[in-house]
C-alpha cells in the first residue's frame, strides 16, 4: 500500500488546495483527512451520499477516553468526590463540570454511595463518503475535545481497509499543519511525506522543523515549494537549503489566483482550469509515485 502524505509545518501554505489536485488527478485511490480539527477537503470533494438518506455521508461516532456523570437521587452531598478530585471539576455543592473532566475515575472509586459512573466520551464523528475523487475518510473532532491523534489513526485504519476493499494500491492523505501528535500520528509508516512550504521565513523554519520529523520518523519527504515568486531571494535560499539537507523539490508553482477562485466554486484548481493546471499535477504525481 503506497500513501502520501501531504503536510506542511506552517498552516496557509496551499497543503488542501494542493491535496485538492492531486484527488483530482493521478491513479485511483482513496482519499483521507487526517486534519481532524479543522478539516476542510470536504468543502472542494463535497462527499456524496453512501448512506440510507440522500445527501448525507455516513457518518460513525468516534468515542475515546471516559467521562464522570453523576446520578443526583443517590448523591449524599458528603463531598468526598468534590475533595479527592484533582482537576476541579466537581464543585464544592456537587456538581460536575465536564469540561475539566479528565476521565481518571477517582470520583467514581471514592464515591461511598455509587452516586458516580463513568461512561465512554463522545469526542467527535468520522465519516466515510463518496466523491468525485473516490471514496473518502474524514472525521471532525468534537469543540475542545482531545485524542486527535487517535482519530487520525481510526481515519487511516480506516483508509487502509477501504482501499484493501477496493482492490486500491495508493492512499492521498490530506495531514494536519504543524509538528504536533495529529502529524505525528499520520506520519507514522506511511510510504512518502510531500511537504508544502512557501518562500517566507516563518515557511523555512516551520520546514526545517518538518523535515526533521520526517527523518526521526524515517519518512522520505520531497518538497513542494508553492507561491514560488512571492518572493524570489527567499526561494533562492530554500532551493538552496534543500541542496545542502538532501531534500529533493518535487515541484514548484507560483502564486495564482486560479486556487482562490477554484476554492469558491468547490472546485480543485485542475477542474477549474484544466489546461493549465491538470498537466502539472499529473506530472507531480509521476515524479512522487517514482519515489514511493
Known sequence: MRELLVISGKGGTGKTSITAGLAATGPAKVVADCDVDAADLHLIALPQAQGVVPGTTQAHPFHSGQRAVLDPDQCTQCGICHEKCHFNAITEDIRLRPEYCE?????????????????????????RSETRFGTMIHAALGIAEENSGKLVTTVRTVSGDTAREQ??????????????????????????????????????HDLQRIVELTRHFRVPAALLLNK???????????????????????GEFGWTEDFTQAQLLGLAVTEYRPDAWKPRFEQLWETLLARM
Open 228 to 250: 514560488a515568486d512571492i518572493h524570489p531571494a527567499l526561494a533562492d535560499e530554500m532551493r538552496a537549503w534543500c541542496a545542502e539537507n538532501n531534500l529533493p523539490v518535487a
Open 167 to 204: 482492490g486500491l494500491d495508493v492512499i492521498l492523505t490530506d495531514g494536519p499543519p504543524g509538528i504536533g501528535c495529529p502529524v505525528i500520528a499520520s506520519l507514522t509508516n506511511t510510504r512518502m511525506a510531500l511537504l508544502v512550504s512557501e518562500p517566507t521565513r516563518s515557511a523555512l
Open 103 to 127: 476521565g481518571c475515575g477517582m470520583c467514581a472509586y471514592v464515591c461511598p454511595a455509587g452516586a458516580i459512573r463513568m461512561q465512554e466520551r463522545l469526542c467527535g464523528q468520522w465519516f
